[in-house]
């Protein structure tokens, strides 16, 4: 009796050959991050390069004054407040440990011991030239990349709609377009709403005289761009502050935050997307656990762009199929 033969070496090949790409990827996650990082960023810039290159000034001056004007102004305004924020949080933690401990909430030797830890590790990193450098190092490369994606933009999408056959690509190409547009729309009005998140939350600590008001209302801005799980944890250490120092002042910052919040999700966001994107909250939950689950605090970060695109390619799909079907 003859039995069909039910393997190759070709497909051992490719079998091995993708278990490799696997184990180099996953061995070099630092860099396949910084890629990610700077192709999400000229998605969101390119737009406004190309718009600039609509009036006549040439493409690579136009992306230049693009990342010139604001990407490496906001990369500048993170590092700084980034390192403002390091150097005054083992304060906040000072400040707030002995009450913690005082109410029973943290023993008084673990107080010690985490506030040391943190002031030393915090300490330690400030102080670390090399930490410094590879973090530059990073920022500088994702930028430079960022700049060579929108560059040679048609370049490279012509390069990726011709791994697609012929007869689809054109839809590769209109599908491709389509998800840039949202996922650069999403990111821009993200940032756009953390910045008036930090602006307005900063206001409100500062007038009721919450001590640590910047880095407070920088923490809180960053976790804003987390959807869902973001404003309760950027909420917390203001809360737990304002507590600590009397209830009234913890009453307060929590209505701070609840009438922000409703700002935000009643006028601010409406306005910012201009009702343009329409997305699931129990999807972008999944997709920032599992972005947390694999890659950490940046995979929470890069979900993002993730969850925003698969609407447009289950919509897509529909089209498709809904087109095949007259």
Not at 162 to 182: C, D, H, W, Y
Not at 239 to 245: C, D, S
């Given at each position: ?9 070709a497909?051992?090949?490719r ?7 696997i184990?180099l ?5 630092s860099v ?5 990082i700077s ?14 290159h ?5 493409k ?6 693009v990342i010139i004007?604001l990407?490496?102004?906001?990369v ?10 390091t150097?005054q ?10 009450i913690?401990?005082k ?16 002031q ?11 930490e ?5 190092l990073?920022v500088f490369?994702?930028i430079?990349?960022?700049f060579?994606?929108?560059?040679d933009?048609?370049?490279l999408f012509s390069l ?5 056959p012929?007869?689809?690509r054109?839809?590769a190409?209109?599908?491709?377009m389509?998800?840039g547009e ?12 953390s ?8 206001g409100?600590?500062a007038?009721l ?5 910047l880095p407070?209302?920088?923490?809180t ?8 799980i973001?404003?309760?944890?950027g ?7 304002g507590?600590?120092?009397?209830p ?13 919040k409703?700002?935000?999700d ?9 009702k343009a ?8 939950f999944?997709?920032v656990?599992?972005g947390a689950?694999v ?5 929470a970060?890069?979900?993002l762009p ?8 289950i919509?897509y799909?529909e ?8």
């Amino acid at each position: 009796m003859n039995y069909p033969e039910t393997f190759s070496w070709a497909a051992i090949g490719r079998i091995v050959a993708t278990i490799f790409a696997i184990y180099l990827i996953w061995n070099s996650i630092s860099v396949f991050i910084v890629i990610l990082i700077s192709l999400i960023m000229a998605v969101a810039l390119y737009p406004m390069a190309r718009k600039l290159h609509s009036w006549r000034i040439p493409k690579i001056l136009s992306i230049l004054l693009v990342i010139i004007l604001l990407l490496i102004p906001l990369v500048a305004l993170v590092l700084v407040t980034a390192l403002a924020f390091t150097k005054q949080f083992p304060q906040v933690v000072t400040l707030l440990a002995p009450i913690l401990a005082k109410f029973g909430i943290m023993p008084s030797s673990i107080e010690t011991t985490i506030t040391g830890y943190l002031q030393g590790n915090f300490s330690t990193f400030l102080t670390s030239t090399k930490e410094i450098g590879l973090a530059l190092l990073s920022v500088f490369t994702a930028i430079f990349l960022a700049f060579y994606f929108m560059l040679d933009a048609d370049h490279l999408f012509s390069l990726f709609t011709g791994l697609f056959p012929k007869q689809k690509r054109l839809q590769a190409r209109n599908l491709s377009m389509e998800i840039g547009e949202v996922v650069g729309q999403y990111i821009r009005g993200n940032l756009v709403i953390s910045l008036i998140c930090i602006a307005l939350i900063y206001g409100g600590l500062a007038l009721l005289h919450i001590p640590f008001a910047l880095p407070l209302a920088i923490f809180t801005g960053i976790m804003d761009l987390l959807p869902v799980i973001g404003p309760v944890l950027g909420a917390l250490p203001a809360l737990v502050l304002g507590f600590a120092i009397s209830p009234l002042y913890g009453i307060l910052v929590l209505v701070l935050y609840i009438a922000y919040k409703e700002l935000e999700d009643v006028i601010i966001s409406p306005i910012i997307y201009n009702k343009a994107l329409k997305l699931s909250a129990a999807l972008i939950f999944i997709s920032v656990v599992i972005g947390a689950g694999v890659f950490g605090v940046i995979g929470a970060f890069l979900a993002l762009p993730v969850a925003a695109s698969i609407p447009v390619i289950i919509k897509y799909k529909e089209a498709m199929m809904a087109k095949d079907g007259e």
